[in-house]
Each structure stands twice: as structure tokens, then as C-alpha cells.
């Protein structure tokens, strides 16, 4: 038993000895590590590459300006997607543009976020205000200590995302930096991607199925 224990102190010895020689040695970080930040373009060129990045996602980017604009392209979507029934939370943004009276004016009954969840689930549309966008990848930052909750981007069949031209992010660091101490935030690119065994991609089996985000002007 001693020397088995005695071979086993003998083993750790020269492992020790080992790894002690590289103790001091400071550890170099990966090449994929060693990147400089980001650095926003112009507001106009942002707005261009996050749009350019959601249609690449197989999302629908647009721009919308002031009510007339968002009411036109309110009416083009619930057309387009035979919208019956939407949901949101409060919002400056949307007494701005008056959604409410838009989507009655449609004829599109609205369900409190407040609602069972299955009510939710069957709503045909999800809006929500990005509270952060970074136009590098197409992906937009929900927060969920704002109010607003996180299953309205992630059970209706459409989610309409808003961003102003105020939260564009220059990057991840940025968005970490706005939600840091929040409970939980959800980042959204666009619509959920599977491929079964032939590779064939299919979009929208979790969640949404149809993604457009909107920048309103």
C-alpha cells in the first residue's frame, strides 16, 4: 500500500515539477482574440448595412418615415401576411404613430402581452422596439427589464421589430455594456434556422416564422 502511494507522490512530483517550469511563462491570448473594436461609419451607411444584413438573414429590412409611412407599410404587412391578430406592450414609439388606431382601422383585434400565453401564441403578429441594433450582423437587442416581454418576439407566426437610428450599436460590447444588470435580454437575427439530414434549410420551426425590421425615421 506504501508504495503504491509512494509511486503515486512520485508521479505528482515530476508533474509538478513539470508545470512549474512554465509558471511564470505568461500565456499569449488567441490570434482570434486579439481584435480591434469596431468603429461605426456614418449613420446613413449603418442604416444601409443593417438592412443589408436582415434581408441576408431572409428577413425583411425597410425604412419607414413619420405616421404616413408607417401607416402604408402597417397596411402592406398585415395585407401581406394575413394578420388577424397582433400584440405589443407600451411604447412611446407606438403612441407616436398611433398603432393602436392603425391596426383597428385594419381590422386587426389586438391582444394585451399581459395575456395566457397560448393567447399570444396565437397571434399572427409580435411587435416589439429594439432597444439596441447592431448593423455588423442584422441583430437586434430586446431587453425584457423595459417592459416589454420577451415572448413577443418569440411566439407569434410574424415579428415586427423597430429601431430608431439612436440605438444603432457599434458592436457586442456595446449591447453587453446597455443591458449589463439586467435580469435576461434576448439578441434577434431574424428567424430560426434548421437543415435536416440533406441539408435542406428550413426557417421559422422555433419561433416566428417571417422576421421584418423596420427603422423609423
Known sequence: MNEKLSAREAILARVGSAVGAFAETPLEPPASARFAPRRAAGPDAEMDLLLEEVRRLNGHGRTVQGPGGFGAALAE???????QKAAFSDHPL?????????LARLGV??????????????????????DGALPETGTVLLRTTTGQPD????LPRVHLALVTPDTLLADLHHAFSLA????????????SRTADIEKVLTLGVHGPKSFHLWICL
Open 180 to 191: 449589463k444588470g439586467d435580469r435576461h435580454f434576448v439578441f434577434v437575427s431574424g428567424s
Open 94 to 102: 407606438y403612441r407616436r404613430y398611433d398603432l393602436s388606431g392603425e
Open 77 to 83: 404587412l398585415v395585407k401581406a401576411q394575413a394578420v
Open 109 to 130: 383585434e389586438i391582444v394585451p402581452p399581459t395575456s395566457d400565453r397560448s393567447l399570444v401564441a396565437a397571434c399572427d403578429l409580435g411587435i416589439t422596439v429594439a
Open 151 to 154: 415572448l413577443l418576439s418569440l
